[in-house]
């Protein structure tokens, strides 16, 4: 067993830092580069794309962070875990193998972990009684059947663990938490056992600090200006070690900070009651997290304490819940909000007379209460404000009223209260909402699958 591992964060959703994985080989010694591609507006993106191509469907720049770091994972051992398969990890595999064979690469084994796409199984799904009620609502599922466009279990780290046992240098995953990518190679390497909830909380836990990439180690920090170099921000490590202690820290010579309170910052997002922070693998109590600075950049987590996991997987869908349209003018001095407020009127009035109906509608103003939604700042005196950005949005049923809509925000500029500026991109244009669909499912009706492939 090795005295400790360390594990380095290298994406923090699709479109971070490009160079950020590449530099977690290149800049300083680590075993592992973990990546987290997907959120949940993620995986219905992807479903679209792989609907205009079946060979899409993933985050294909997984495949410039493999090509720069082939020569790392191939002569100094470093393996690579990622949901970047998406809903496609397959595709997502044959790139890699592409890749591979055209650097002359041989020797190298790539995971796949898929069987969490439930969409094509739906409708047996649902005749075998798992009716995957919205956990907010109450509905079934069936509801908006025909309107989904995704539907994946959230897997923990098991198939991930599976897959390195088997030699992976390379695993690409579909829909896991975010959390599993970094507690595999935990488990894995020190063997841990998956009954011992202690330690998989543990490993939940590290992976939930680095799961955000450069956002626990000074990037989108309250304290933001006692970062001192966020130009080449160093992305998060954690140097784990086999008794369930570990600590979080950064390659040396490079900008970002890690301390007491950009971890704890980090531990306060996205978690609902902190003692029982749930996954497939455990439920982790962060109540019971221990932190100290442990030098400069570096600051220890031990003490954690952990629950068994519940019986069900979380299911993450999503479906078309009708259009929504966007814009935007700017108004300028004198009585720049009077003459914005005007405007949002006479669009929505506009829209009444010609028979368009909403389903809700939002004026905004930008620069004003855009970010704190307070109405009550129209009330005070605004008539030496400079300037402020109107924005309309509007959601319906029918793209092609949103698109005739769309043909009343430029004549308003000839039409309404004068000083409009910053129009451009030409008629705003309708489309589709997203909607988010949470539910639970039975562990036993969903069954994860490593396939493993030899370069």
């Not at 020797?107 to 009620?133: C, W, Y």
């Not at 998989?200 to 989108?220: F, L, P």
């Amino acid at each position: 067993m090795k005295e400790f591992i360390r594990i380095a964060s290298g994406q923090g959703f699709w479109g971070d830092l490009p160079d950020a994985p590449v530099e977690q080989v290149k800049r300083g010694d680590i075993d592992y580069l973990v990546m987290d591609y997907l959120a949940e507006v993620t995986m219905s993106i992807m479903q679209k794309q792989r609907m205009k191509n079946e060979n899409h469907g993933y985050a294909r720049d997984f495949v410039n962070v493999i090509e720069g770091t082939l020569d790392e994972i191939k002569h100094k051992g470093v393996k690579v875990i990622s949901n970047a398969g998406g809903v496609n990890p397959v595709a997502c595999k044959d790139a890699i193998v592409k890749l591979a064979n055209e650097k002359g690469y041989t020797g190298l084994k790539v995971a796949v972990v898929d069987g969490d796409d439930i969409l094509p199984d739906l409708d047996s799904i649902i005749a075998d009684g798992h009716e995957l009620k919205n956990m907010e609502t109450g509905e079934p599922i069936s509801t908006v059947k025909d309107e989904l466009l995704s539907a994946n279990v959230y897997f923990g780290c098991r198939p991930i663990v599976e897959a390195l046992e088997t030699g992976a240098d390379i695993v690409i995953t579909g829909r896991v938490t975010d959390t599993g990518l970094t507690l595999a190679p935990m488990a894995f390497e020190f063997g841990w056992d998956f009954g011992d909830y202690d330690l998989m909380s543990t490993g939940t836990i590290a992976g939930h600090i680095i799961e955000c990439g450069g956002q626990v180690s000074g990037g989108n920090f309250t304290d933001w200006e006692k970062v001192e170099d966020f130009v080449d921000i160093g992305f998060p490590i954690i140097e784990a070690h086999p008794d369930g202690s570990f600590y979080v820290t950064k390659h040396e010579n490079t900008g970002g900070l890690v301390s007491e309170m950009t971890v704890k910052e980090q531990l306060l997002y996205e978690i609902g009651d902190p003692a029982s922070y749930i996954t497939p693998d455990c439920i982790a109590d962060f109540s019971t997290i221990q932190i100290e600075q442990d030098g400069e950049n570096r600051v220890k987590v031990w003490g954690i304490k952990g629950k068994p996991d519940t019986p069900t997987y979380k299911i993450s869908a999503s479906y078309i819940d009708g259009y929504k349209l966007s814009s935007t003018l700017v108004y300028s001095w004198p009585d720049a909000v009077k003459k914005a407020r005007a405007a949002g009127e006479i669009l929505l009035k506009r829209a009444e007379k010609l028979g368009i109906q909403f389903r809700d509608t939002n004026i905004e103003f930008v620069g004003l209460n855009a970010c704190n939604e307070d109405m009550d700042e129209l009330k005070r005196d605004l008539s030496e404000l400079n300037e402020v950005q109107l924005r309309v949005s509007v959601h319906a049923d029918s793209r092609e009223d949103l698109n005739r809509f769309g043909k009343e925000i430029a004549p308003l500029i000839l039409t309404g209260p004068s000083g409009v500026t910053g129009f451009a991109g030409g008629r705003p244009k309708a489309s589709e909402v997203l909607a988010y669909w949470p539910a639970l499912m039975d562990k036993k009706a969903a069954t994860p699958r490593v396939t493993v492939y030899d370069i």
